[in-house]
Every structure is written in structure tokens, then in C-alpha cells.
């Protein structure tokens, strides 16, 4: 397994696709916003995930579904920064999912591990330079928006053939303002700009081998996501809940092993976790 520079020894020695729980200290994300909003919630969340099988977890202040009222910094900051705090001092590798340089900033000083930004860069100029001077690694999105998913930017004529070089050209101005090429994780973005027929092409067994021959670890992001509601050409499923999607993620977990995929980001982590254990 290729594991990006600066990750914490204990998972850098993992040889296998990496398990990332989801904790939203959010009101508003769309599986599960509010339940985990107060930082006790959300540490016991995360630590439960922990006890499940998580590798690490990935702690997000700020809801990125379609139409999410946008959250300044300093908010963002008094959701996450005494949670990575608190889970940091308990020994649990975390990852904190933002797009505000001074976020991540703040959070890597707090012994955050990993900063995941679902702008791919777009969202605050100064990210680049941030990761820059730091060690961790920096979790690159394709999203052809600021930040929160918008349908309106899914126009494509060949979705994995686009998102590989929009995710290129990305790479290149990371790598232009010093971030080193070897701590940069990659993500196709699921359901960033993309309708849900380009989410299932993008999760073929061919893509997501294209996607991992560009040379960089892998994050892959599914879980819950709208798409699992409807079949690979787009109509909606007759069943279509939480439960239903959450089986579809273990499914595509099984996809991304096969594909070598670095790390698969779940908001039910326990199948995923012992699928990638019994299948690493």
C-alpha cells in the first residue's frame, strides 16, 4: 500500500486500504447533522468509530451538501478545534476536513494528521501555502466549486478523462507552491459536480484503476452520498435508505480494495472495516 509522506507510523505501517470515519460537528450535514454537534457527542462518536475499526477519523465543521450555508472560520474553528484537541491527547489520528487555511492551521498545531479539503485549493487562497510549511498530508478533492456541491458544474463529455486532468492541473499548482508531491492524497470527488451517472462511471473497475495509476494515495468518498439512491445509469432504486446506501458502501469499499485505493471514508465504519481486513 502507498501511503502519503507524514502520515502517524502506526498507519503508514498498515498494508491495506485505510478505514476514515466520518464525525460532522454540524446542524446540517445531510445524514446526520446535529447528532454530534456538541464536542462531547462528537468525541464519543469518534472514539465509538475508533472502537469499530476506524484507522483514523475525519472531523469536518462545515456541511458541504447542496445548498449548505456557507461557515466562517472563526465558527468553524469553535466546532472542530476542541474536538481534534481532546481526540489528538486520547492517541486517535485525525483528520480534519476543511477548505479555511487558518483551520487547518490551527488544527495541525493541535496534532491534527491530516488535512482533507474538499475545495481541492479553490476554497482559500492561502491553503497551499499553509500545507506548505507543514509535514501532514494534504487531501486533494475534485470539485469544480468552492466548496458545497453543485449540480450546475456537472457538464462533462468524458467524466473520468476531465476529472483526471482537472485533478492534474490541481496537482501541479500544489506542487508549484511547495507542498511535496509525496504527502499529496488524491479523491475523484463524488458527488462534487457530478450527476449520479458520473459518480457510478468514476467507481467502475477501470476508472478507479486510471484514477489510481496517477501515482498519488487515494481517498474515496461514497458513503450516503445521493447517488446510492439510483442504479448506475441514473434511475432511482425502489429502495432508498440509509441502511440501503450504507450496504451500497461496503460494495464499493470491496471495488476500492480491489483497486488498491488508499482509504475509504464511511460513515459506518464497522462492515468497512472488517471488509478490508478480511480482504488486506
Not at 498507519?11 to 464525525?23: E, H, K, N
Not at 447533522?33 to 475499526?53: C, D, T
Not at 478507479?208 to 442504479?231: C, D, E, M, Q
Request: charge should be negative; aromatic fraction near 4%; hydrophobic fraction near 45%.
Amino acid at each position: 500500500m502507498r501511503h502519503p509522506a507524514g502520515l502517524p507510523a502506526p498507519l503508514a505501517l498498515l498494508d491495506r486500504t485505510l478505514v476514515m470515519g466520518i464525525v460532522n460537528v454540524t446542524p446540517d450535514s445531510f445524514s446526520d447533522g446535529g447528532k454530534f454537534f456538541s464536542p462531547e457527542q462528537a468525541i464519543a462518536h469518534a472514539l465509538m468509530l475508533i472502537e469499530q475499526g476506524a484507522d483514523l477519523v475525519d472531523v469536518g465543521g462545515e456541511s458541504t451538501r447542496p445548498g449548505a450555508a456557507e461557515v466562517d472560520s472563526d465558527e468553524e474553528l469553535h466546532r472542530v478545534l476542541p474536538v481534534v484537541t481532546a481526540l489528538v491527547g486520547q492517541g486517535v489520528p485525525v483528520s480534519v476536513d476543511t477548505r479555511h487555511a487558518i483551520v487547518a492551521h490551527k488544527c495541525l498545531d493541535a496534532g491534527a494528521a491530516v488535512i482533507n479539503d474538499v475545495s481541492g485549493g479553490l476554497g482559500d487562497a492561502g491553503m497551499y501555502a499553509t500545507l506548505a510549511t507543514k509535514t501532514a498530508p494534504y487531501i486533494l478533492m475534485h470539485n469544480r466549486s468552492l466548496g458545497a456541491s453543485d449540480d450546475q458544474l456537472a457538464n462533462y463529455a468524458d467524466v473520468l478523462s476531465e476529472v483526471v486532468a482537472e485533478l492534474q492541473s490541481r496537482i501541479e499548482a500544489v506542487r508549484a507552491s511547495g507542498i511535496a508531491a509525496d504527502a499529496i492524497v488524491i479523491d475523484p470527488g463524488l458527488g462534487f459536480a457530478k450527476k449520479a451517472h458520473h459518480n457510478w462511471s468514476l467507481l467502475e473497475p477501470d476508472a478507479l484503476k486510471a484514477i489510481n495509476s496517477l501515482g498519488f494515495p487515494v481517498l474515496l468518498g461514497a458513503s450516503r452520498k445521493r447517488f446510492l439512491g439510483t442504479h448506475p445509469d441514473g434511475s432511482a432504486r425502489p429502495i432508498d435508505s440509509m441502511q440501503a446506501r450504507d450496504e451500497l458502501t461496503v460494495e464499493i469499499t470491496a471495488r476500492a480494495v480491489d483497486a488498491g485505493i488508499w482509504a475509504v471514508r464511511v460513515h459506518e465504519v464497522a462492515a468497512n472495516a472488517e471488509l478490508v481486513r478480511s480482504l488486506g
